[in-house]
């Protein structure tokens, strides 16, 4: 089981680390010297943010995502904790503050294109470049609500 709070200082290593394990895991198709680039810029812009973490009975992180005015900037699981209801859960908390929460997502992640799909998420547009100009598409995602049963 797990539970949900904001990170502190002593949790960044942590972040890090779940981060690349993630980013291994799912982002097959960044060349070499891009995801290198990347790590430089998410270790320098960490250790500046607010995170919501998914924590473990030993408070341990495994799992987190950072929020800016109602748009979901990042959302990682650690590989080994996938499938169990951390990135709903993550999810699930920013709509309750978000209910039109918007949110970019790698076009060649498709398992991370399929989750938004499955929880709820429709494409609102596409851009052929990432944040920083480089050669992977992402799409523009927000949430939609579904019609009471």
Known sequence: M?????SSGRDVDR????????????????????????EREVAAFFP????????????TPQGFM???????????????Q???????????????DHPALTTDVNE??????GFYRRIGFEATGRSPLDG???PYPLIHLRYRARPAE
Do not use: M
């Open 2 to 6: 797990f539970k949900l709070r904001p």
């Open 15 to 38: 972040i890090l680390d779940i981060w690349r394990r993630a980013v291994d895991a799912t982002h097959d198709f960044l060349l070499p010297e891009d995801r290198a680039a990347i």
């Open 48 to 59: 500046e943010v607010s995170f919501v973490l998914a924590v473990d009975a030993s408070d």
């Open 66 to 80: 950072v929020l800016q005015d109602g748009h979901l900037e990042a959302l990682f699981v650690d590989p080994d």
């Open 82 to 96: 996938r499938g169990k209801g951390i990135g709903k859960a993550l999810v699930q908390a920013a709509l309750a």
């Open 108 to 113: 060649q992640n498709l398992d991370a294109a």
């Open 132 to 134: 920083q100009g480089r």
